[in-house]
């Protein structure tokens, strides 16, 4: 069981979860920079890691979606194997096309650090699989351009395929665009793609992965994919 | 021969432009109070060389669809003249 962590130019938590992976969950993790055209061979997981790769410029994510590296992460994906793009991750996944939507600068037009309570909306997916479903969780935020936007009829078939995993909640359990602090569209938070296997999400699970970062919600998720890579789950 | 091309890249209609809001909310403050809607694009200028116009206008047609723009976002049009 061996997962790979994508570093881009601009990328800046790429060493959170090489330890929350390696040191807390004991999956063992590799960087690999941009520039490489395979994966190292036994990688089971990929993780396209937060930051700004490349400044932001253009538009968020674009041109690390264009890196070397990228044609080998679409093909472990085509396999129906993990990838998970956390943050910057998850706008590189979606501008490499392999997750839906875009995403937008947050409607309060500010950068926000804030720890966030999530409410997990599927439990059989290969990352989710340790939560209970409906369960809260807490998570931090830390973007600029977190507002998951897609047009209405896409958005639609999103909901309809069940391809919303974490929504942006509130302490009575209830959540949606009110509850999102960034204007995300119907509160989503994080999804999958239709075959489950690529998750994207703005919320950082490898920052609340241990107790002194102030919870350990993040934990499951690593246990999930721990799991399912052992095949005890689906 | 040598082109420039600029490409004016803008958000679709009904995709929120929170820039554009900010800055018809300041533009108000300013007094401006015949300020309707404001909406923020980029302009890319690009210097290429080409054999023609219509390969130079192929080659920033690619460029538009491989990288500067996002088709689900964005909207772009190319304006393209021969400099030497």
């Known amino acids: 069981m061996n997962a790979s962590v994508v570093v881009f130019p601009g990328s800046n938590c790429d060493r959170d979860v090489l330890h929350a992976l390696g040191t807390i969950a004991g999956i063992p993790a590799t960087p690999v920079w941009h520039k490489e055209t395979v994966l190292p061979e036994g990688t089971e997981l990929v993780v396209l890691p937060g930051g700004f790769s490349y400044g932001d410029y253009l538009r968020c994510g674009a041109m690390a979606a264009r890196s070397p590296i990228i044609r080998a992460v679409r093909e472990h994906a085509l396999q129906g194997r993990l990838v998970l793009g956390i943050c910057n991750g998850f706008q590189v996944l979606t501008e490499a096309g392999l997750l839906p939507g875009a995403l937008l600068s947050n409607s309060t037009l500010e950068f926000i650090c804030s720890p966030c309570l999530l409410r997990v909306e599927r439990t059989d997916t290969p990352f989710t699989n340790a939560y209970r479903e409906g369960a809260l969780v807490q998570f931090p935020i830390a973007h600029h351009e977190g507002l998951f936007f897609l047009p209405e009829k896409e958005l639609q078939e999103l909901e309809e395929n069940r391809q919303v995993v974490f929504r942006y909640a509130s302490a009575d359990g209830s959540a949606g665009i009110r509850q999102s602090p960034n204007g995300s569209l119907n509160g989503i938070a994080g999804i999958v793609n239709r075959h489950g296997n690529v998750l994207g999400l703005m919320p950082h699970p490898e920052r609340a992965s241990e107790r002194i970062l102030g919870g350990t919600d993040g934990l499951r998720m690593w246990n999930s994919i721990k799991s399912w890579l052992e095949g005890g789950s689906k | ?84």
């Open chain 2, 1 to 84: 021969m040598k082109f420039r091309a600029r490409i004016l890249v803008s958000l679709k209609e009904g995709v929120l432009d929170t820039q554009g809001k900010a800055v018809r909310m300041s533009l108000k403050n300013l007094g401006f109070e015949s300020v309707e809607e404001v909406r923020i694009g980029k302009s890319i200028v690009i210097v290429l060389s080409a054999e023609s116009p219509a390969e130079a206008n192929q080659y920033v047609e690619s460029m538009c669809e491989e990288l500067l723009v996002n088709p689900l976002i964005e909207t772009s049009s190319v304006s393209l003249e021969a400099i030497g």
